[in-house]
């Protein structure tokens, strides 16, 4: 049994080439919903929605789940809460009690990299945008880290 390969017992690390696949699947999706601004959620998904919020060019607000607070940068009709991936679904179904109770006009989704094979309840994955269904249980994906540049708050595009 090979600990990083074998499904679904153990958990493996997210190859690049996969971390990009999947960056670009749920790209497409939330470029097909046509959101009016792009939000991170405070903090994991702050990288993925800078790199979605540049590549459609799209303002950038922010969601505070522990709050919960949003911060948005535009008058947006239409938004993408961008995260790095979903579990239980918890900060989800707390979003859109908040989005229902606070914002009722604004249309929104919520994205991520991936779901959990095993954690995320089917009534979750349904809703949401994902790049994919892991089969397996993800260790932090690396290749998020690497994405980011040397510099400091700088993204270069060839990175």
Not at 128 to 136: D, F, S, T
Not at 139 to 155: L, N, T
């Amino acid at each position: 049994m090979n600990k990083y390969t074998d499904f679904p017992e153990q958990p493996r690390i997210m190859s690049d080439a996969e971390g990009e696949q999947l960056f670009q699947t749920m790209l497409k999706q939330i470029a097909d919903y046509n959101p009016d601004e792009i939000i991170a959620v405070h903090r994991s998904g702050f990288s993925y929605a800078m790199w979605v919020a540049q590549i459609l060019k799209l303002p950038l607000g922010v969601y505070f789940p522990k709050k919960p607070q949003l911060n948005l940068d535009s008058k947006a009709k239409r938004v993408v809460f961008v995260d790095d991936n979903i579990l239980s679904g918890s900060s989800y179904k707390a979003a859109k009690e908040y989005m229902t109770a606070v914002y009722p006009d604004i249309e929104f989704k919520w994205a991520v990299l991936f779901s959990d094979w095993n954690a995320t309840p089917e009534s979750v994955r349904n809703e949401i945008i994902q790049g994919a269904r892991l089969p397996y249980f993800a260790e932090e994906p690396m290749w998020g880290s690497r994405k980011v540049s040397a510099d400091y708050g700088v993204r270069f595009r060839d990175e």
